[in-house]
């Protein structure tokens, strides 16, 4: 049986993007529209999400769904958790890798994802990814 896997696909979740949309730091987001977001960094434009399927999982399996993709390999994008104050990123890195199992535990054969990694810290980051290795079954 043929399988056809999006091996490099992103997917913010929705926690993230809330608290990037409270944020005063450097890295900010701005709602455009109903299913539309800009992200900013120092106020310059960073990254912009115009669909639901960038951050529902139910609109990204619909999305699967009509395009004929079987299995999406999930991973975070800019801004990611290395663009945030270290103690900010570690906390964020370990929200994003369980938020990912999560959903690779709620729709298996369906998702798989990357580990997030605050990259401020190699110490820390390697700590991570190990946890998310070995704990969360995710990968590097």
């Avoid at 999305?63 to 990123?89: C, F, H, Q, R």
Wanted: glycine share 4%; proline share 6%.
């Amino acid at each position: 049986m043929t399988m056809t896997i999006d091996v490099h696909t992103h997917l913010y979740p929705k926690e993230w993007m809330d608290h990037l949309e409270k944020s005063t730091g450097r890295i900010t987001m701005k709602r455009t529209g109903p299913t539309s977001v800009v992200f900013y960094a120092e106020g310059v434009p960073l990254a912009h999400v115009s669909r639901a399927g960038h951050y529902e999982p139910e609109a990204r399996l619909e999305d699967m769904d009509k395009y004929g993709i079987d299995a999406n390999i999930l991973s975070l994008t800019t801004p990611s958790v290395e663009v945030v104050p270290l103690k900010e990123g570690v906390l964020w890195a370990k929200k994003v890798n369980d938020y990912f199992a999560s959903l690779c535990q709620k729709y298996p054969k369906r998702f798989y994802a990357y580990a997030t990694l605050p990259y401020q810290d190699i110490d820390k980051a390697t700590k991570e990814l190990d946890r998310a290795y070995r704990i969360l079954g995710l990968r590097e």
